[in-house]
């Protein structure tokens, strides 16, 4: 019964979404898909839950050198680019054999909340709220991108580095310095050399940080971005 409150209460919050409409409820709804889009990355990292310490129980891949923590942020089992087994995880460290996002996208988000809390993918409202479901089902619905039109098969950016090193300068060396180096955390280098990944960070955010997300700007100056990260040194 409290398990059918809550799916009720996540579909009242997509179903007031729907009806107040107008541009503030489109920024507000935006701003949404940005916070699903961290949670997908780290869930733990964006709302301070408690990080898992065991695998989750659907990770296929016992005792992997992902599994802990790992195993149970989205991106771990459905890639950064969405595509899960048909993306860049099919072989390497990350693949699971688990198949991706991408047929997920424009169904109903409700539906995908549903999912959030089903017997597989098992998150608890200490996990996440039902808030936090109501998000990351509205990015699976609504906030993917097609990372082809942006990142070649090789993991490169296909955007422009030149613009992107204007964008960078103006809008993200304040806080990474221009070297992407003054955080530290992982070089900007370092992460970007997974265009994928960095191109997802840039559109959404950094989990539980300050990052802006760029989202809401022309895609395309995310891929510029990126091709100018992918210039920096990683280490």
């Not at 065991?54 to 771990?76: F, I, L, M, N, Q």
């Not at 619905?141 to 030149?162: E, M, N, R, Y």
Request: with cysteine; aromatic share 8%; glycine share 14%.
């Amino acid at each position: 019964m409290k398990r059918l409150t809550a799916l009720r209460n996540i579909a009242l919050a997509f179903g007031l979404v729907a009806m107040t409409g107008g541009v503030a409820i489109a920024a507000e709804t935006e701003s949404a898909i940005a916070h699903g889009g961290r949670l997908y990355d780290k869930w733990f990292g964006e709302n301070k839950a408690e990080k898992p310490t065991a695998d989750h129980p659907a990770y296929p891949v016992k005792d992997g050198k992902y599994g802990k923590d790992a195993s149970w942020r989205c991106k771990e089992c459905h890639g950064w680019d969405y595509l899960g087994a048909a993306g860049a995880y099919k072989e390497g460290g990350h693949a699971t054999g688990i198949k991706g996002v991408s047929a997920a996208a424009g169904k109903d988000p409700a539906e995908i909340a549903a999912l959030l809390r089903d017997g597989t993918h098992g998150y608890t409202e200490a996990q996440l709220s039902n808030d936090d479901v109501a998000a990351l089902a509205l990015f699976v619905s609504k906030g993917q991108v097609d990372t082809s039109k942006f990142i070649g098969p090789d993991g490169k950016s296909l955007g422009d580095g030149a613009k992107g090193e204007v964008y960078f300068n103006t809008m993200c060396a304040g806080c990474h310095g221009v070297d992407g180096k003054k955080i530290k955390d992982a070089p900007l280098g370092a992460v970007a050399s997974n265009g994928w990944e960095m191109l997802h960070k840039v559109l959404n955010g950094q989990p539980g940080e300050s990052m802006p997300a760029m989202r809401a700007l022309d895609h395309r100056i995310a891929a510029d971005l990126v091709a100018h990260l992918q210039t920096f040194p990683k280490e």
